[in-house]
């Protein structure tokens, strides 16, 4: 009796195939949802942090804004309300300019 079940229960015969063009194709999907949109944000964020100048305004990760007043090789000392701090450039998140942010200048796209 145990061997009738056990016959029946024999899967058969197939190759792998299939189920490595699944995995591969899993692979290649996050690759592109995952891992490409993430290496072009970060080197996006490499390139802008470049091309950063004095006298550009910035925001930090935290949330300081500032005008970027000099840039040295181990930091970048920003100017703000309460006077000039001293932050890596990897802290500096985005560009506040009147080019990105017209409604906080005043000034209208046209």
Same mark, same amino acid.
């Given at each position: 009796? #145990? ?12 190759? =792998? ?15 592109? @949802? =995952?891992?490409?949109? !993430? =290496? $072009? $944000? !970060?080197? !996006?964020?490499?390139?802008? !942090?470049?091309? #950063?100048?004095?006298?550009? $305004?910035?925001? /930090? /990760?935290?949330? =300081?804004?500032? /005008? ?9 000392? @920003?100017?703000? #309300?309460?006077?000039? @701090?001293?932050?890596?450039? +990897? +802290? ?11 409604? /906080? ?6």
């Amino acid at each position: 009796m #145990l061997t009738i079940f056990l016959q029946a229960a024999a899967p058969a015969q197939q190759s =792998m195939t299939p189920t490595l063009i699944m995995i591969g194709l899993m692979v290649v999907g996050f690759y592109f @949802l =995952m891992i490409r949109p !993430q =290496m $072009k $944000k !970060q080197k !996006q964020e490499k390139n802008f !942090q470049e091309s #950063l100048k004095p006298g550009a $305004k910035v925001v /930090t /990760t935290s949330g =300081m804004h500032g /005008t970027i007043f000099s840039i040295n090789d181990d930091g970048v000392i @920003l100017e703000t #309300l309460s006077g000039k @701090l001293k932050f890596e450039k +990897a +802290a500096i998140s985005r560009d506040f300019t009147a080019a990105r942010f017209p409604e /906080t200048f005043g000034e209208t796209k046209k």
